[in-house]
């Protein structure tokens, strides 16, 4: 199992951006998948989760809402994250996550349908990629 995260730069402030996470091995179209970033001396977050409900429901950060759009492409076995209005607190290095159905997710991580806490990277981790903002 492979997931390849990239689309990040540089951007100015104001600018957008597009990700994406390509998958091998496992088809992301059955999964819940998730983007989560970390910056230099912060915490890990999570930003934006799509899941495999028959309306792809999905989850935003407060920090993000309305100038994130998550979205799959099932035919590409790929997730991607359109980032528009970007921030310089938006700067860091986006990795991409896939588990098991049914999941959500959170800011800090995982859930399971029992309610059961994990950590983001728990299942299948992409390698990131850095997303750099200028002001």
């Known amino acids: 199992v492979q997931l390849q995260a990239s689309g990040g730069g540089l951007v100015q402030a104001g600018g957008s951006l597009r990700l994406s996470c390509a998958a091998s091995?496992?088809?992301?179209?059955?999964?819940?998948v998730g983007w989560f970033r970390q910056a230099p001396g912060k915490e890990r977050e999570g930003v934006s989760c799509?899941?495999?409900?028959?309306?792809?429901?999905?989850y935003y950060a407060d920090s993000v809402k309305g100038r994130f759009t998550i979205s799959r492409d099932n035919a590409k076995n790929t997730v991607f994250l359109q980032m528009t209005n970007l921030t310089p607190e938006d700067a860091a290095i986006y990795h991409c996550?896939?588990?098991?159905?049914?999941?959500?997710?959170?800011?800090?991580?995982?859930?399971?349908?029992?309610?059961?806490?994990?950590?983001?990277?728990?299942?299948?981790w992409g390698q990131g990629t850095q997303v750099t903002v200028s002001s």
């Open positions: 996550a896939a588990v098991p159905p049914y999941y959500s997710c959170s800011r800090y991580g995982w859930l399971n349908p029992a309610g059961e806490r994990f950590g983001a990277d728990f299942a299948s």
């Open positions: 091995g496992i088809s992301l179209a059955h999964r819940s």
């Open positions: 799509i899941y495999n409900d028959v309306d792809s429901s999905t």
